[in-house]
């Protein structure tokens, strides 16, 4: 079995396995290649805010089940400072560190599911869910 795991974001080459192994977990539950690019991709820019804002943080990753449904889930969280406003901040284009403010609104449009639980100064958890067709 390939899941569950959890995997540490603390490097640019903890991403680059991060991207790899969602990669391959996508493929065991039966994500078709756009779905594994979607979900790779928002895995990407979840571990880089992750790294960026927070300082580090991890990914749990694992297949969940919803009747005959298979689907791929990821869990990020850290312990960072925490994101004080989260509607601006899903705010396509809204950024505090000089990026495109794409990573959290583009990465909500590429999943299933999406939910941001995180408050000033208590880290962040973020859910996302990519079931397969
Ligand atoms: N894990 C996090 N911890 C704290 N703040 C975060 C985190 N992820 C995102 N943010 C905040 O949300 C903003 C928007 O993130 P994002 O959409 O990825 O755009 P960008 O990374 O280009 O700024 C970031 O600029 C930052 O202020
Ligand atoms: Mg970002």
Do not use: C
């Not at 895995?43 to 694992?62: I, M, P, Q, T």
């Not at 899903?90 to 939910?115: A, H, N």
Request: charged content about 20%; glycine content about 12%.
């Amino acid at each position: 079995m390939t899941t569950p795991a959890t995997l540490p974001v603390t490097s640019n080459s903890d991403v680059v396995l991060v991207r790899q192994h969602v990669r391959t977990v996508a493929v065991d539950v039966g994500l078709s290649l756009v779905d594994q690019t979607k979900v790779v991709t928002a895995a990407s820019e979840l571990a880089r805010n992750a790294l960026v804002y927070a300082g580090g943080g991890r990914v749990r990753v694992e297949i969940v089940h919803n009747g005959i449904r298979r689907g791929l889930r990821l869990t990020f969280s850290d312990d960072g400072p925490g994101i004080p406003d989260i509607e601006r901040a899903l705010t396509d284009g809204w950024t505090t560190g000089g990026g495109l403010g794409l990573g959290l609104s583009g990465s909500r449009r590429l999943v299933d599911e999406f939910d941001v639980r995180s408050a000033p100064g208590e880290g962040t958890l973020i859910t996302v869910t990519k079931w397969a067709r």
